[in-house]
């Protein structure tokens, strides 16, 4: 098996307003695979189809070499999820969440949800109920890795947390990563918090996959080119065009993905000169991405 | 895992479930203090008739505990719009099943209570001759009636906003039906139609209708 998750054509319609539309992923296996995406841009319907906790209207979906939704509760036990929002049943203390969640998971560790409970400082006779937004992120968390699963999938799992909760819980989940090698599946609309852990990223929008690469072609090609001259038009070039904008009456500003070393000749076969080549953060990436794909006459981006 | 259900159940429903205990151990010793002239005066006309007219009492308290322990079975799901079930590695119908069979497990304790309460009821009288005792027998009628009520109201209470909204756009329809009737002159009652067929001595809930007796012939 190389992908731990893969769609094909996959559609659902949530509403008459929103739907998700010709969905492609491909996430491989052993990735931290970033799902990139603003609020509302189809993330969490997205995720809620490759669990099998929705059924899509056409497409496929396979998920650790089964399909789904036909194979949902096999699948399940070998996935870990935090979804968006806090889940557990709010009455039971932390101990007895632990107890009840571990009666569904054949692999579920006593003694690393116990470490990993002193390591979040969860009180196990705490309700689940009264839990700081922090505290339930940790004890969703501390569910999710001690079934042991092949397969995380994190649904903004750090949003809205501090700084230092939000670092104790990546770092449990790359260190559960580097010790057993499973994927990782996690969506947020932070930019910088993927940026540092993930190594492929995939960007939604308005419910579809705008762009699926690895993170570091996807920080090493997107650029802000000075290019002077008039360069016609750019549709067979081997970067993608994201925005033009003329600065000034001999001067474009251009934002380019796939960019490469070597490729200002393609520009100046063109007619054009590149004067200067900015690097843009993901973040800025990310936005002249988004605003590329919203504009009616990219055709690619 | 259905022990891991099991515990969610009790947790959720133990405080009234100890208050439901407590009413059915009651019940049948109410049911006798009711009837305490006829006993003394052994009356066993006056005595049937006592125990009969306590029967509706069995009927509602069977009722109230169903609807009760169903109305708990879903409630946290339903607050975390089922995302938590719907995650766990089991099919829905087996996860269903397990909700619903330890729901129906809980009603073992005022089912169980309302057994020896009657049999400490029947103990401490005499009956008038040709009267017997059937504390069994209304103990099983009483599981019935919970079981049923049990059974439609954890239907009901699994269902969507959606589903809640169909049910009373249903009865808001009849009730309109019902009240242009009236006002046109038509003597026609759907629902009164409906309940009677269901309650009768034949129908779905005919045994919350039948005779609740602790003391028969």
């Known amino acids: 098996m190389t992908d731990a998750i893969q769609t094909r054509s996959l559609c659902y319609r949530a509403s008459e307003h929103?739907?998700?539309?010709?969905?492609?992923?491909?996430?491989?296996?052993?990735a931290v695979y970033g799902f990139l995406g603003p609020n509302g841009s189809g993330k969490t319907t997205t995720i809620r189809l490759l669990l099998g906790l929705l059924r899509?209207?056409?497409?496929?979906?396979?998920?650790?070499?089964s399909p789904m939704p036909a194979a949902t509760p096999s699948v399940l036990a070998r996935v870990?999820?935090?979804?968006?929002?806090?889940?557990?049943?709010?009455?039971?203390?932390?101990?007895?969440a632990m107890r009840f969640h571990a009666a569904f998971h054949r692999r579920w560790d006593s003694a690393w949800a116990t470490a990993l409970a002193a390591t979040f400082q969860l009180r196990s006779d705490a309700r689940v109920g009264s839990l700081s937004k922090g505290e339930m992120g940790k004890l969703m968390?501390?569910?999710a890795l001690a079934q042991r699963?092949?397969?995380?999938v994190l649904d903004e799992p750090t949003d809205g947390l501090d700084p230092v909760v939000?670092?104790?819980m990546l770092e449990s989940v790359l260190g559960y990563v580097a010790e057993h090698g499973a994927t990782v599946f996690i969506s947020s609309h932070l930019v910088h918090e993927l940026e540092r852990i993930c190594d492929w990223v995939g960007v939604m929008d308005r419910g579809r996959l705008v762009a699926e690469l690895p993170m570091q072609t996807f920080k090493d090609g997107i650029k802000r080119l000075h290019v002077a001259g008039a360069a016609g038009d750019m549709a067979n070039a081997p970067f993608v065009v994201l925005k033009r904008d003329r600065s000034d009456a001999a001067a474009e500003q251009w934002i380019v993905r796939g960019w490469e070393p070597g490729m200002q000749s393609y520009i100046e076969g063109a007619g054009a000169t590149v004067r200067e080549v900015v690097d843009l953060d993901l973040e800025d990436g990310f936005v002249e991405m988004l605003r590329a794909a919203r504009t009616p006459t990219t055709t690619e981006v | 895992m259905f022990r891991a259900i099991l515990a969610t159940q009790w947790k959720w429903s133990r405080g009234m479930l100890l208050a439901s205990t407590c009413l059915a151990f009651a019940l049948p010793l109410l049911s006798m203090r009711a009837a305490d002239r006829a006993l003394a005066e052994s009356d066993a006309r006056l005595l049937l008739g006592a125990v009969q007219s306590f029967g509706m009492f069995y009927a509602l308290c069977a009722a109230l505990i169903g609807l009760l322990v169903a109305a708990t079975a879903w409630t946290s799901d339903h607050s975390g719009r089922h995302v938590y079930a719907l995650s766990l590695p089991v099919e829905r119908w087996r996860y269903v099943a397990m909700r619903f069979g330890a729901g129906a497990t809980t009603l073992g304790a005022p089912l169980l209570a309302l057994t020896l309460g009657a049999l400490v009821a029947i103990a401490s009288v005499e009956l008038p001759a040709g009267l017997h005792a059937h504390p069994f027998a209304l103990a099983l009628r009483f599981a019935l009636a919970m079981l049923l009520a049990y059974a439609v109201f954890f239907a009901i209470a699994s269902g969507t906003k959606r589903t809640a909204g169909i049910l009373l756009a249903v009865l808001g329809a009849i009730i309109l039906f019902e009240v242009t009737g009236e006002i046109i002159g038509i003597r026609a009652s759907p629902f009164l139609w409906f309940i009677e067929r269901v309650m009768d001595g034949r129908g779905l809930f005919g045994v919350f209708n039948s005779r609740w007796m602790l003391i028969d012939v």
């Open chain 1, 166 to 168: 939000r670092r104790d």
């Open chain 1, 80 to 96: 870990g999820y935090v979804p968006e929002r806090p889940h557990i049943y709010p009455s039971l203390t932390v101990a007895e």
């Open chain 1, 149 to 152: 699963p092949e397969l995380l």
């Open chain 1, 18 to 30: 929103f739907e998700v539309t010709d969905l492609a992923l491909t996430v491989p296996a052993g």
């Open chain 1, 56 to 65: 899509p209207r056409s497409g496929e979906i396979t998920v650790l070499g």
């Open chain 1, 141 to 143: 968390m501390l569910l």
